[in-house]
């Protein structure tokens, strides 16, 4: 799996993974004001920006992905961020490679297992009628009828591509996401205790980690600290950069 990704600056190496349906350019301004002070990578996880289709997606496909870009790119160890479903990865990359990890930092998501509540969206994306579709107008227009939240429709529009010929695509592959959700819900189970230390990021206009999953974390991590940013929604790095920056930057240096 040659997974897509960009790098930025110098240092000890900060690898950075999106959420679900999210994208490595999502974290792009994020990434630039970090990299003043290390060397920040960004991957596209597998069936997700330009990084390749695959049939195959549960967490642990996507930690062993990581574990061989990490060695085919020679990084022998790196702090790890990671965002909502990139977040878990990270949590299972952490438990199946603990050797490659320094310091973790988890953004607003749990290891616990989750309902749901994307369902209605991937249904709305399988039927937006691509081949119907001219500009990225009328595609906009489409989605709001059945994803009425425009920061929501903004952000899953970005995964529409424009081929050669001039007819939209989507970048990722929604059909096997929306086919393996069930993978993407499911609780990171840990083989033994974690002493790495481990950061977890709580948006406060977010139900993703709620107060009591202090308790929930504290299982399985004996180093690890709660932060909660109250005005973030899920999209942290998007609703409170320079917060989760100077959050971020405190606890690796």
Known sequence: MNLNFKEYGSGQPVIILH???GMLDNWHSFAKKLSQDYWV??????NHGK???SEE????ILADDLYDF???NHIPKSHMIGHSMGGKTVLNFLNKYPEKVERTIIVDISPKAYSGGHEKIFEALLDLPLSEIATRKQAYDWLMKRVPEESTSN???KNLRREKGGEFNWKANIEVLR??????KEEIFFSENIEHPSLFVQAGQSDYISDDDDTFIGRDFSNYKIVKIENAGHWVHVDEPEVLLNE???FLD
């Open 51 to 53: 990084s390749p289709h």
């Open 155 to 157: 952000f899953l529009l």
């Open 19 to 21: 959420g679900l349906l």
């Open 179 to 184: 086919d393996s959700y069930e993978n993407i």
């Open 41 to 46: 990578i960004l991957v596209d996880q597998r």
């Open 248 to 250: 971020v930057k405190r």
């Open 70 to 72: 990490m060695e085919t």
């Open 57 to 60: 997606f549960n967490y642990d």
